[in-house]
Structure formats: C-alpha cells, structure tokens
C-alpha cells in the first residue's frame, strides 16, 4: 500500500479512520505530505465524536495532516467531495462551507472554529450501484496474497444503538441490503480465488441469520464449499436475538461456523444504561437447548467494565449464564471506541470511567519501509460504581474455577465489542 500511495501521489489521499488504524494513518499521511505539501489528505470511518465541537477542534489540532473528515455513508459523500474539487481547481474552501453536505468536518486554525453545515442533509446511496470490488478485480492481488483472509458484506448497519458500539451509526440504525444475486457471486468469486490456507471467510455483518434470505446466502456458501473447498471456516456474528430464522441459518452453517449468544450484560439497570434489550433468560436457554439439539456449536459474550457493572452483578451474570447449560464464555473488556457514546466526555464524567491504553497486540506494531506504528486501544480498568477491573477477571476466574475443570471454556478478551 505504501509503494502504492508514493508512486501515485497527485492530487487526494483519502484513508479509513479508527481506533485500530488511527497511529498508522497519522504517519502515512505525514510522511506523504512532506514529500507533496498540497496533498489533500481525506480521513473518514465511525472513529468520529461529531456532536461534540471541543472535541472536534482538538482532533483537526492533534492531525494537522487532515484537510477534511467524513462520517456516515463515505462512498456517496466522497464521490461529491471530488466533483467539488473538479469544479473549484481542486480547491475545495473555494465553494462556500454553507453548500458543503451534512458529512463534511474541517477546520479553521486562524479562527478556531469548526466548519460543519448540519442542515445539508443528502440522500442515501444506491447500494445497486456501487459495483462489487471482488467482481471488478480489484481485489484479486489480495486473495492471491496467502497472508489476507476475504471479507464479506451481504448488508449494512444495524438497527441496534448499543452505547460501546459504532456499527449502526454510519446507517443510522438502518440495516440496507446488498443484492441477493451479486452477494451470491462474490462468494463463489472469494472460494474460487482465495489463496489463504486458513480457507476463512470473514462475514462483516452484526446480525445474521436475522432475515430470511440468509438462509439463501447460508446455502450459497455450502455449496461453495462442496465445489471449491472453500471456506471450511466463517467468522460471523449471529442476530442478537435468536429467531427461528437464525436457528435454520446456523443449522446450515454447523459444519462452518458456531452461533454466538451474546448478552454482554445480564443485568437490567447496566442494559438500560447501554441501551441495550436482551431476551430473557429463560427464552436465552430454550434457544441454547435447541441449538444443542440441531447440532449447533454455540457461545456466549459478556463485557466487562460496562456503566454501572459492578463485580458482583457480573459474577451473577456469569452464573446465570452457566445456569442455561452454556459451556463457552467469552469475557471481553469494554473499548471506548471513538465516536461510541461511551466514549464521549459526558459519559466519562457520568460513570468516572477509570481507562488505561494497553498495545493492542504484535500485530498493531511495525515497521514498513520509513512508516513505523504503534496501536492502542483505550479500555475502562475502572469506574464509580466497581473495583479494578484489572483485578477483578482474575477473582472471576478464581470464582469459577469449578466449574471451568468442569468444562467450561472461560475465555478472556479483550479486543471486541459488539
């Protein structure tokens, strides 16, 4: 990626902004900039706090490199940023901020204010027209990378606002469909080319098997299989709540992928909180006795360090869970994700998050030609209403122990919410 940004600079670099990414965008871009000083350096992604001005203002300060962000929907807002540009001699202030859409962000360091129009709403892209990045090739030099495992969209959004995440928030909370047909294609293009030994497919999507057509997308990939060998692995995240649409898609799916069950929380006022409704308990174990009955491999999620969990309504938590005959948990520290509601200033003084920034793994550090980076996650240790974390998962392993030599696979996390 870096041969290729160095031997094409001309006019616009545009980069995804997260929390996993944002240290080494930061570097590419100035490294790039040094080299073309008028480069226009786009960043845009769900890494955004876009309600909060102070925010914003201290973020264009602390990245400089940055010309403009956009949030939301991307593809439609940057396709209208570049024909600004053709029209203004790729000058984008040259048109007045006031007909700028919605989604854009800048910044004017000589009066320190945030320039944002909220009242220029645009519409929603067409998705039938965004070609298919598998179907045009583009990405093929990825799937004949033996290091790089495919990743597949079959819709977008969620319609849940959990208060840690930031999956439904380019969408709005509106889950919008690709085309049955072009999605049915892209995977048997990924298991006809895929070169990863893994055979894994990654299913970016945050609740499938939530609609019936899944169980088509479900039988696309099995015969795909049948006939390429490929994939022999799904990471998938199932619809929070289990229907008996999601019971028929992960019946399918057994020989490749298990069902979560997530939960997060178990406890009404922490679920209040994060805005967040679950089933109940007796509904969640029929679920996991009739997924046991099908054959299919299921697992629970809880998350740690949430507003207003304490240790012993976690504990509990974990004891109901274990009630249902579930045989796998797995335990992850909350993220405050940027751009999450968590995240904001008025949550952490709310909850008096306690956070600390651990590397987020060997993988989040390098060094590629003259760019090195290091990532951080920034994860909540500690807040008003529970002890440190950081000490409390040891005595909630300790607490179950029994029950762990029993057979329960209690695994601890801390990289994902969802």
């Not at 490294?31 to 992604?45: A, C, N, S, W």
């Not at 010309?67 to 991307?74: A, N, Q, R, S, Y």
């Not at 989604?103 to 909220?118: A, C, L």
């Not at 009630?323 to 797995?330: D, N, S, V, Y």
Request: net charge negative; with cysteine; glycine share 6%.
């Amino acid at each position: 990626m870096l041969d290729a940004v160095t031997a094409s600079l001309r006019d616009v670099l545009t980069m995804t902004y997260c929390g996993w990414n944002a240290n080494l965008d930061a570097v590419i871009a100035k490294k790039r900039k040094e080299i073309v000083p008028d480069l226009r350096i786009v960043l845009g992604g769900p890494s955004f706090d876009h309600d909060d001005n102070d925010w914003i203002a201290e973020f264009f300060r602390n990245n400089p490199y940055a010309d403009l962000f956009i949030t939301g929907e991307g593809e439609l807002s940057f396709l209208i940023y570049l024909q600004i540009l053709q029209k203004n001699d790729l000058d984008l202030f040259r048109l007045d901020s006031s007909q700028w859409p919605f989604s854009f962000y800048s910044f004017d360091y000589k009066s320190g204010q945030v320039i944002h129009t909220p009242m220029n709403l645009i519409g929603r892209m067409d998705l039938a027209e965004i070609p298919s990045p598998y179907h045009s090739e583009i990405l093929d030099e990825f799937l004949d990378d033996l290091r790089f495992a495919p990743i597949i969209e079959t819709n977008l959004g969620c319609p849940y606002s959990c208060s840690f995440c930031v999956w439904g928030q380019a969408t709005l909370s509106v889950v919008r469909q690709f085309d049955l047909q072009t999605v049915i294609d892209e995977i048997n293009y990924i298991g006809m080319r895929s070169k990863n030994p893994t055979k894994i497919f990654y299913v970016a999507e945050a609740n499938f098997g939530m609609v019936k057509r899944d169980i088509t997308i479900d039988e696309s990939f099995i015969t795909c299989r049948e006939k390429y060998a490929c994939p022999e692995r799904l990471y998938i995240y199932a619809s929070k709540i289990q229907t008996k649409t999601t019971l028929k898609t992960f019946e399918i799916l057994k020989p490749i992928a298990g069902m979560s069950m997530s939960l997060q929380s178990t406890n009404e006022h922490v679920l209040e909180l994060i805005g967040r409704k679950n089933i109940g308990m007796e509904n969640y174990e029929a679920n996991r006795l009739e997924a046991e009955r099908r054959g299919i491999r299921t697992h629970c999620e809880l998350i740690y360090g949430l507003p207003g969990e304490s240790y012993e309504s976690f504990t509990d938590g974990i004891s109901k869970v274990l009630k249902t005959g579930q045989e796998r948990i797995q335990l992850y520290v909350i993220l405050l994700n940027l751009g999450a509601d968590t995240a904001t200033a008025a949550s952490r003084e709310m909850f008096g998050f306690k956070t600390a920034l651990p590397v987020q793994g060997r993988e989040a550090c390098g060094t590629f030609g003259d760019v090195s980076s290091v990532e951080y996650e920034e994860i909540v240790i500690g807040s008003g209403t529970s002890i440190d974390w950081s000490s409390s998962l040891l005595l909630v392993r300790s607490k179950n122990s029994g029950t762990v030599s029993k057979g329960l696979k209690l695994t601890s996390l801390c990289c994902r919410n969802s």
